[in-house]
Each structure stands twice: as structure tokens, then as C-alpha cells.
């Protein structure tokens, strides 16, 4: 795939949530769903993402099951999609969306503070 406009991506991003177990959608709370193009430099940092890799996307806050009495007043945790990674890694329109839906799947599932095998087994039984 080429190229996809922001607001095509954005548009995507809203189907492959409208598509996951919308018991987790609904409960997400305090997490704003943002999209970039490219991890910025401090990002790739954090994650130690050098140039022969790709990061897809990124949960940046503090996971459901680490929030204590105190968690209050905080800003809200964040969910980024990197547009150009997943673009490199979809050869259609098809795969372009169900990588963007796999990439935000995991991301929610660190807001849930949810294992890799937890993820697949919840994602496949919507």
C-alpha cells in the first residue's frame, strides 16, 4: 500500500473498534485514542526501537490493574497508532485494517494489563 489520508485512517481506526469485544471498548477509561504517522524520537527511545525495526503502536500510562486509591486527577493514558509502520507492513486495504485492528487490540490490552495469550484468546472470541 501507498498512502492513506489521516482522516481514512481515522475512519479505520473507528471500524476496528466498532469490530473488538466491546466489553473492553466500553470500559476503557482516562485513554485517548490518537493517531502519527512515525514514532517520535523519544519513542523510540522509550520502547529501544532502533532503524531496523517498527513500532506499530503504543500504550503510554498506567495499566488498569496498576491504578491504586490514588489515581486521581491524572491526565489520560495514551493510545497511538503509527500510520507509515503499518503501511509498510500491508501489502493491501484489507491487511492495512486488520493490522491497524491487531496493533490497537494490543494496546488496549496494556491498559488492561492482559499477557499476549490472553490477547488472542479474547480477540478470536468476540
Not at 6 to 32: G, H, K, S, W
Not at 54 to 67: H, M
Not at 83 to 110: D, G, V, Y
Amino acid at each position: 500500500m501507498n498512502t492513506v489520508s489521516d482522516e481514512q485512517f481515522d475512519a479505520l481506526i473507528t471500524c476496528a473498534m466498532d469490530e473488538l469485544p466491546q466489553d473492553y471498548i466500553r470500559r476503557l477509561d482516562n485513554v485517548a485514542i490518537v493517531q502519527a504517522d512515525e514514532p517520535t524520537h523519544e519513542q523510540k527511545i522509550k520502547m529501544e526501537i532502533d532503524d531496523n525495526h517498527l513500532l506499530l503502536g503504543l500504550y503510554e500510562g498506567i495499566p488498569l490493574t496498576a491504578r491504586g486509591a490514588g489515581y486521581t486527577f491524572v491526565l489520560p493514558d495514551k493510545i497511538t497508532l503509527f500510520k507509515n509502520p503499518l503501511l509498510a507492513i500491508s501489502h493491501s486495504e484489507k491487511e492495512f485494517f486488520e493490522n491497524t485492528k491487531r496493533t490497537l487490540w494490543h494496546e488496549i490490552a496494556h491498559f488492561y494489563g492482559l499477557s499476549h495469550a490472553d490477547m488472542d484468546a479474547r480477540q478470536h472470541k468476540k
